[in-house]
């Protein structure tokens, strides 16, 4: 057989008294026999069910890219459901946008070249080329103190408690600022806090009875 690779092809006709004829055919045969690879390369983490897939596809063989295919699993379930596909045969990358329901996914892209050489769709036992977390829902939070008309002497320390949930707030994720105009403008005290549902806040030394706080 032949090795891959662009070839010219030429037809022989030879009768029986030797006489021969021979026709160049035009333009160059490609023999591409090695399949494309595709990969998920994100994102990871998405607060809106439709998703646009960033992904990377590429053919060693001579053919080049022809489409891609996305697959998907949510956690728990066995099976890899086929998503939507895009043609990326003229070289360009069109997005590749899915919806999916809140929670974890696994993701797994396949792709076909412009000769027909398939990569290997996802069997049962195949791992996610990549993971993505759908949430749409806002966390909930809830100030606990301190309470509307609590009043503090200057350079006072006050305990600021709130109450935060979600199912993916993790690490350093809060934020507590605070106001002296009643919420017109508004200045960090505190960033990247730990959810741990307590901060203890040095009350600055003027005078005001329009202080308010708030956590993001």
Not at 45 to 72: C, F, H, K, M, R
Not at 137 to 153: C, K, M, N
Not at 173 to 187: F, K, L, P, Q
């Amino acid at each position: 057989p032949a090795r891959d690779g662009s070839w010219k092809l030429r037809l022989i006709a030879r009768d029986a008294a030797g006489n021969e004829a021979s026709l160049l055919c035009p333009g160059d045969v490609l023999i591409d026999a090695q399949p494309p690879r595709a990969v998920v390369v994100g994102p990871r983490t998405s607060n809106s069910g439709s998703v646009e897939i960033e992904y990377d596809v590429q053919d060693a063989g001579t053919s080049g890219p022809g489409s891609v295919q996305l697959w998907t699993r949510a956690a728990g379930q066995a099976e890899w459901r086929p998503g939507p596909s895009v043609d990326v045969s003229t070289g360009k990358r069109p997005p590749l946008r899915v919806v999916l329901a809140d929670g974890a996914h696994g993701l797994f892209l396949s792709a076909t070249d412009r000769a027909g050489n398939a990569s290997a769709i996802p069997s049962a036992s195949a791992e996610p080329q990549a993971s993505l977390r759908i949430d749409s829902q806002a966390p909930t939070v809830a100030l606990l103190s301190p309470e509307p008309g609590a009043a503090f002497g200057a350079g006072a320390v006050a305990r600021v408690r709130w109450k935060a949930e979600d199912q993916a707030l993790e690490g350093a994720c809060i934020s507590i600022e605070v106001s002296t105009d009643r919420g017109r403008t508004w200045a960090m005290i505190a960033s990247a806090e730990t959810n741990d549902g307590a901060f203890d806040w040095a009350v600055p030394s003027s005078d005001g009875d329009g202080y308010l706080v708030r956590i993001r």
